[in-house]
Nanobody, 124 residues
């Protein structure tokens, strides 16, 4: 059964960058589309980005506005989320999730496997 572990979170100043990683184990990673989600205190979880099995298709939440890039390296069983021009509003716990379909989505109900999350804090 697939397990996911996120890493790369931390404290960054506004305007800074972080790269999050989501590493899978226990199953064939390239059979899964992957999504990144986030949840800020007092808010519902929202979809950040999604990527298909082969990286052919990617999608982003409207709030990303060209600042984030999702990518994957199936040889390393890892999906990345490069986040640039970070703002205080990006502060949240970031989760990656997997679905055994070709295409990723931004809907959390579409995913069946979740990591534990990594905290991202944007503050001066």
């Amino acid at each position: 059964q697939l397990q996911l572990v996120e890493s790369g979170g931390g404290l960054v100043q506004p305007g800074g960058s972080l790269r999050l990683s989501c590493t899978g184990s226990g199953s064939t990673f390239d059979e899964f589309a992957i999504g990144w989600f986030r949840q800020a205190p007092g808010k519902e979880r929202e979809g950040v980005a999604g990527i298909s099995r082969t990286s052919f298709t990617t999608m982003y939440g409207d709030f990303v506005a060209g600042r984030f890039t999702i990518s994957r390296d199936n040889a390393k069983n890892t999906v990345y989320l490069q986040m640039n021009s970070l703002e205080a509003a990006d502060t949240a716990i970031y989760y990656c999730a997997a679905r055994q379909k070709i295409i990723g989505t931004l809907q959390e109900q579409d995913y069946h496997t979740w990591g534990q999350g990594t905290q991202v804090t944007v503050s001066s």
